[in-house]
């Protein structure tokens, strides 16, 4: 907590994890439940490109979309009163960590090996970092993003919790840090 400065009703408030851990459907839930406007930095990338993810990752490499993506994740953290979801590799780059941890609410969705492996069917077509990779290199990537994202100031274990229950402990949690404060 003592690295966020200033009032937290302010704050941005950033979710980080390992990609299909919900971030982008529970901060949707969260920045409804709080009346504040909701980012994908994926879908912003999208947008601003008019391309998708996959796209820009085989047009322009990994090494161009993670500048692009930092560039993206600096303009709106800078911003107050957002709910900002990161794609899962953005909080790899020490830059991206430092912006989000000085400037916003940073909350890592956590969730263990076992549960986010049910998962992996769902994601494996539209996740360019997947592409190629067996289970067991799809098991490093995720313990070895594990560090970077322990680094935050709240961390919510979501495991078979539903979005909406998840939503909810967040809030709480906010609510809570606001008052200790």
Not at 84 to 113: D, H, K, T
Not at 148 to 160: D, M, P, Q, R, W
């Amino acid at each position: 907590m003592e690295n966020v400065q200033g009032s937290l009703k302010e704050k941005s408030i950033v979710f980080t994890g390992f990609m299909g851990v919900g971030k982008t459907t529970i901060g949707s839930l969260v920045a409804q439940k709080l009346d504040r406007a909701f980012i994908d930095i994926d879908e912003e990338i999208e947008k601003q490109y008019n391309m998708s993810i996959n796209e820009i990752f085989a047009a322009h490499g990994e090494k161009a979309f993670r500048e692009i993506e930092k560039q993206t994740i600096r303009s709106f953290c800078e911003q107050p009163l957002k709910v900002i979801s990161l794609g899962g590799g953005a909080f790899m780059q020490p830059e991206v960590r430092e912006i989000c941890l000085a400037n916003c609410f940073v909350i890592y969705l956590e969730m263990s090996w076992e549960e986010w492996k049910e998962r992996l069917d769902l994601l494996i077509d539209t996740r360019p970092v997947l592409r190629g990779k067996d289970l067991k290199e799809i098991e490093e990537l995720f313990y070895k993003r594990q560090e970077a994202y322990a680094i935050n100031h709240s961390t919510l274990t979501v495991g078979s919790k539903s979005a909406e229950e998840a939503a909810d402990d967040i809030i709480e949690s906010v609510k809570l840090s606001e008052d200790l404060r």
